[in-house]
C-alpha cells in the first residue's frame, strides 16, 4: 500500500504562486505512476500533471508552463512538489496526490487552493 499526505495549499491572489508538497510513503519504489489531480466544486476531478514510472511528465493543457512537477527521494518515503505559478482564479480547487500501485490508485486527503481575482 502507499500512504500519502498533501500540503501547502491556501488562499492567493492571481498570478501569485504556492507550492504543493505530497509525501509518499509505502510501496513507493514499486509505484507505476505518482501524479496532482484537482477537483473544483461540481466538477469531476482532473488530472494536473503525473510522473510514469520511467516516463516523461505529463502536463495537462491548462497548466503546462505555469505548474512544474518535481520530485524528491528522502531515506524512507518520496517527497513530490507541485510548484504553481501565475495562478489563476480557475486554478481553484481541492488539489489530491494520487500513486498507482498494482493497478489500484491511492489518494491523499486533499489541499484547498483558492485564488481570489
Known amino acids: 500500500q502507499v500512504q500519502l499526505v498533501e500540503s501547502g495549499g491556501g488562499l492567493v491572489q492571481a498570478g501569485g504562486s504556492l507550492r504543493l508538497t505530497c509525501v509518499a510513503s509505502?510501496?513507493?519504489?514499486?509505484?507505476?505512476?505518482f501524479g496532482w489531480y484537482r477537483q473544483a466544486p461540481g466538477n469531476e476531478r482532473e488530472l494536473v500533471a503525473s510522473l510514469p514510472k520511467g516516463g516523461d511528465k505529463l502536463y495537462a493543457d491548462s497548466v503546462r508552463g505555469r505548474f512544474t512537477l518535481s520530485r524528491y527521494y528522502a531515506r524512507d518515503n518520496l517527497e513530490l512538489y507541485l510548484r504553481m505559478s501565475d495562478l489563476k482564479p480557475e486554478d481553484s480547487g481541492t488539489y489530491y496526490c494520487m500513486a498507482r500501485y498494482k493497478d489500484r490508485d491511492y489518494w491523499g486527503q486533499g489541499t484547498q487552493v483558492t485564488v481570489s481575482s
Open positions: 509505502g510501496m513507493i519504489l514499486s509505484t507505476s505512476e
